[in-house]
């Protein structure tokens, strides 16, 4: 049998620079655990439109579409601000995301206990966290029609984007949250603004409807995403598995990635409906950018990247007890005190470069054997 194939698309700024330490661990797993991956890279965002004139060719699409996953560093940048919308580094992740049909992003936050003082919020309300959102990935306002930029009657311009989602999106991404609270602590809490949005009362009665038919057995909450937010801040551990649209989703996990210390310590995974093989369509990313500031210094965290990695052997390769292996060796390096400079105290030590950083992971797998 030919070994799984893996598309990596690095992409802009620190992008590159994270995936150059995944790689290295990539490598790890195919030397010392005989996990073998057939690796392809790619240009995606920014560097593809300077090769090609669009951030994302057909041949690189057709290509996603055929691994068995796709894993990307970050799109974007200042250099591309000015070009045409149609054409910006974000608009080929946002096809990779829509064309394979990944309706649902998982993006856990989890507090590592080495880094429960470095978060801006008091240890006691985040060490130990663990928190799942679910966020819908391929619709909402992301997507809706009609959209754009048109001249209004008095020489002004009016923006517009559509909030829509239908029955089935709101309930296959309800479905996919269900079960894994079923794997957790069973506990969905599903956020929307359904006091001020139709989208917002369609999107909490089909979520309430998936409930009763099919997953009873789950505990369900609602809440506006106005407090949920506002309630991720105050006390994260009352959530378990949190279930929203792709707008609120994207702030709320940013605003989660602050409770784990940096928003360099948080992955994701992508991932479609199961195909004929049993496993679902899957890109894994980190949920950071391209880091403008940062990029081209070596001081980029690689850990989110390293640990979308480790969701990609646990949810498209059946290999768990490895991902539970290369999560092990980053929080054995976090509590021997490693730190890139995200993580640091404004007080304290000197940093790791992102080298450094992937040097420590290396060496901690090592040990693990
Ligand atoms: P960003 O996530 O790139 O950066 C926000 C802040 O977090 C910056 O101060 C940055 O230095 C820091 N940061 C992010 N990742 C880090 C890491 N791994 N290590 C250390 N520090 C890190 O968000 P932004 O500045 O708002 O966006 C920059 C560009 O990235 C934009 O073009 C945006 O559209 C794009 N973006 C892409 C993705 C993606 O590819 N999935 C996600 C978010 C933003
Ligand atoms: C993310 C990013 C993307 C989003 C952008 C870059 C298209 O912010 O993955 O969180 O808004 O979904
Ligand atoms: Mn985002």
Redesign the pocket.
């Given at each position: 049998m030919s070994n799984p194939s893996l598309l990596i698309l690095p992409?802009?700024?620190?992008?590159p620079e994270?995936m150059t330490e995944v790689r290295r661990v990539i490598d790890w797993f195919g030397a010392k655990r005989g996990l073998a991956f057939d690796v392809t890279e790619d240009l995606v965002?920014g560097a593809a439109y300077d090769a090609h004139g669009t951030p994302l060719t057909d041949e690189t699409m057709a290509k996603a579409q055929e691994a068995d996953a796709v894993l990307?560093?970050?799109?974007?940048?200042?250099k591309?601000d000015e070009l045409d919308f149609s054409v910006k580094?974000?608009r080929g992740?946002l096809r990779l995301r829509k064309e394979m049909d990944l309706f649902a992003n998982l993006r856990p936050a989890q507090c590592f206990d080495a880094l429960a003082d470095f978060s801006s919020l008091k240890r006691d309300v985040v060490a130990g966290l663990d928190i799942m959102i679910v966020r819908e990935l391929t619709s909402g306002v992301y997507f809706g029609e009609p959209r754009g930029i048109t001249p209004d009657n008095e020489g002004g311009r009016i923006g517009v984007n559509t909030q829509r989602y239908t029955t089935d999106e709101i309930r296959r991404v309800a479905r996919a949250a269900f079960e894994l609270a079923r794997r957790r602590n069973n506990k969905v809490c599903s956020m929307e603004k359904a006091n001020v949005m139709e989208s917002g009362i369609l999107w909490r009665e089909e979520v309430q409807h998936v409930h009763d038919e099919e997953y009873p057995d789950v505990e369900l909450s609602h809440m506006y995403a106005d407090n949920g937010a506002m309630q991720l801040v105050r006390w994260p551990k009352q959530f378990d598995v949190i279930v929203t649209d792709n707008l609120f989703g994207d702030i709320l996990s940013?605003c989660a990635a602050m409770l784990t210390g940096?928003?360099?310590m948080l992955p994701s995974a992508s991932l479609g409906a199961p195909q004929e093989n049993g496993r679902p369509k899957a890109l894994y990313?980190?949920?950071?950018?391209?880091?403008?500031?940062?990029a081209g210094q070596g001081?980029?965290?690689?850990?989110?990247?390293v640990l979308s990695f480790a969701m990609a052997l646990r949810y498209s390769f059946d290999q768990g007890a490895e991902a539970d292996r290369l999560e092990a060796a980053v929080e054995k390096v976090l509590a021997d005190g490693v730190r890139?400079?995200?993580l640091m105290q404004a007080e304290g030590g000197s940093p790791v470069s992102t080298t450094g950083m992937g040097d420590a992971i290396l060496a901690a797998l090592d040990a693990s054997l």
């Amino acid at each position: 049998m030919s070994n799984p194939s893996l598309l990596i698309l690095p992409g802009d700024g620190i992008g590159p620079e994270v995936m150059t330490e995944v790689r290295r661990v990539i490598d790890w797993f195919g030397a010392k655990r005989g996990l073998a991956f057939d690796v392809t890279e790619d240009l995606v965002g920014g560097a593809a439109y300077d090769a090609h004139g669009t951030p994302l060719t057909d041949e690189t699409m057709a290509k996603a579409q055929e691994a068995d996953a796709v894993l990307l560093g970050a799109v974007g940048g200042p250099k591309y601000d000015e070009l045409d919308f149609s054409v910006k580094p974000e608009r080929g992740l946002l096809r990779l995301r829509k064309e394979m049909d990944l309706f649902a992003n998982l993006r856990p936050a989890q507090c590592f206990d080495a880094l429960a003082d470095f978060s801006s919020l008091k240890r006691d309300v985040v060490a130990g966290l663990d928190i799942m959102i679910v966020r819908e990935l391929t619709s909402g306002v992301y997507f809706g029609e009609p959209r754009g930029i048109t001249p209004d009657n008095e020489g002004g311009r009016i923006g517009v984007n559509t909030q829509r989602y239908t029955t089935d999106e709101i309930r296959r991404v309800a479905r996919a949250a269900f079960e894994l609270a079923r794997r957790r602590n069973n506990k969905v809490c599903s956020m929307e603004k359904a006091n001020v949005m139709e989208s917002g009362i369609l999107w909490r009665e089909e979520v309430q409807h998936v409930h009763d038919e099919e997953y009873p057995d789950v505990e369900l909450s609602h809440m506006y995403a106005d407090n949920g937010a506002m309630q991720l801040v105050r006390w994260p551990k009352q959530f378990d598995v949190i279930v929203t649209d792709n707008l609120f989703g994207d702030i709320l996990s940013d605003c989660a990635a602050m409770l784990t210390g940096s928003l360099g310590m948080l992955p994701s995974a992508s991932l479609g409906a199961p195909q004929e093989n049993g496993r679902p369509k899957a890109l894994y990313e980190p949920v950071h950018g391209s880091a403008p500031d940062i990029a081209g210094q070596g001081k980029a965290n690689p850990i989110a990247c390293v640990l979308s990695f480790a969701m990609a052997l646990r949810y498209s390769f059946d290999q768990g007890a490895e991902a539970d292996r290369l999560e092990a060796a980053v929080e054995k390096v976090l509590a021997d005190g490693v730190r890139t400079a995200d993580l640091m105290q404004a007080e304290g030590g000197s940093p790791v470069s992102t080298t450094g950083m992937g040097d420590a992971i290396l060496a901690a797998l090592d040990a693990s054997l």
